[in-house]
């Protein structure tokens, strides 16, 4: 396990930063985000994929299932003396929503959502007719797409692919190498949860969701503040190639709109 799975604070800096640097740029290609906006992240955490909008000016809200996670939002921005309301709330159990927001965030989250077609669907909700919905993840095929690397302290936690290996094998290399339950559970879960691009283009259609912008990244933009990678586009000749690209891609982004 890496130190920012554990020092949540570096992580919430870390996350701004690949929010300013790469989110925020993608997203004004298309439009320009301006101080009068309403930014909702689903799935928020300590909400720092959020501070460059409120920096900005904009309203933000962030949702998380987790109490500590918002508990911990609050808490960051304090510190940074920036504005952000922050709810715990399980987003499929959300009251009273309504379609006021220019645009709404959900990175790294769908990949751990059983019900996609119903996640995608309240996400929709809070949009307004000309909003638009950013969603980033990583390929499920990807090398840690199963992320196997929050695994504390195991050397297992450094082997690529192994999260694509049957359900039988996965779980009795994990048990071998002495992984507890609890974070076999957790990576089972994710297991079952996967999402490759396929399946994603293919739900964003039925919940009519149109496709504005699609971006498949080679080296995910936030290993540049992670690892100190440059992020790198997938070749587009790779890109194009279904099933296949997934292997490559650590991270894509889409930009939907309502249809």
């Not at 130190?3 to 870390?14: A, G, P, S, W």
């Not at 300013?20 to 009068?36: C, D, G, H, L, M």
């Not at 359900?167 to 957790?186: F, H």
């Not at 890109?239 to 889409?254: A, E, H, M």
Request: net charge positive.
């Amino acid at each position: 396990m890496q130190d920012r799975h554990t020092d949540r604070k570096r992580y919430f800096n870390e996350l701004a930063a690949t929010s300013e640097r790469y989110y925020i740029p993608y997203i004004e290609n298309f439009v320009k985000i301006v101080p009068s906006m309403k930014i909702l992240e689903i799935g928020c955490g300590e909400g720092g994929n959020l501070l460059p909008f409120a920096r900005m000016g904009c309203y933000v809200k962030g949702i998380d299932i987790s109490v500590n996670r918002i508990r911990q939002a609050k808490e960051f921005f304090a510190e940074e003396n920036a504005d952000g309301d922050f709810v715990n709330c399980d987003i499929f159990k959300a009251e009273n929503v309504e379609p006021v927001y220019d645009i709404v965030l959900m990175h790294d989250v769908i990949e751990h959502v059983h019900n996609k077609n119903e996640f995608l669907r309240v996400a929709r909700s809070f949009l307004k007719d000309n909003g638009l919905l950013f969603i980033g993840f990583p390929a499920w095929q990807m090398p840690f797409g199963g992320h196997q690397q929050t695994i504390p302290g195991k050397f297992i936690s450094k082997m690529p692919f192994i999260h694509i290996l049957p359900v039988p094998l996965y779980k009795g290399l994990l048990k071998i190498s002495s992984v507890s339950q609890a974070k076999i559970d957790e990576l089972l879960d994710i297991k079952e949860c996967k999402v490759t691009i396929e399946m994603f283009r293919r739900k964003a259609q039925e919940e009519k969701l149109e496709i504005a912008d699609e971006l498949m990244f080679f080296i995910n933009p936030h290993y540049e503040i992670k690892f100190g990678l440059k992020p790198r586009k997938l070749y587009k000749a790779l890109s194009g190639i279904p099933y296949l690209r997934n292997y490559f891609t650590t991270s894509v982004f889409y930009l939907l709109k309502k249809k």
